[in-house]
């Protein structure tokens, strides 16, 4: 069982910026290929960036490349979203999530096994 903790949400201005983290309880978290979420208040769950194993593969959704940066620190056992330039779009809860297929970088909720609590994130125009 793997448990996921995100931090780093918050209210901010458009334009502004903001760094999610999300720490892992598992001595296996550089097994896992990481990924980034959001929904929004009457949407579905949306894909936002994934990174590999060892993060030398990034994906991201179209509507955030240029502006959010997936990275993480296996040796901290975190994952972080670096946020820049937002927009009153990129309000949602974000959830970070682990996937044990390894040899994929997914962007389907589907293949995601584990699931954190979720941090709201809430930009202002």
């Known amino acids: 069982q793997v448990q996921l903790v995100e931090s780093g949400g918050g209210l901010v201005q458009a334009g502004g910026s903001l760094r999610l983290s999300c720490a892992a309880s598992?001595?296996?978290?550089?097994?896992?290929?990481m990924g980034w979420f959001r929904q929004a208040p009457g949407e579905e769950r949306e894909f936002v960036a994934a990174?590999?194993?060892?993060?030398?593969?990034?994906v991201y959704v179209d509507s955030v490349k240029g502006r959010f940066t997936v990275s993480r620190d296996n040796a901290k056992n975190t994952v972080y979203l670096q946020m820049n330039s937002l927009k009153p779009e990129d309000t949602a809860v974000y959830y970070c999530?682990?996937?044990?297929?390894?040899?994929?970088?997914?962007?389907?909720?589907?293949?995601?096994?584990?699931w954190g609590q979720g941090t709201q994130v809430t930009v202002s125009s």
């Open positions: 598992t001595r296996t978290f550089s097994s896992y290929v």
């Open positions: 990174i590999s194993w060892k993060g030398g593969r990034m």
């Open positions: 999530a682990a996937d044990s297929g390894y040899y994929r970088v997914s962007s389907d909720s589907s293949d995601y096994d584990y």
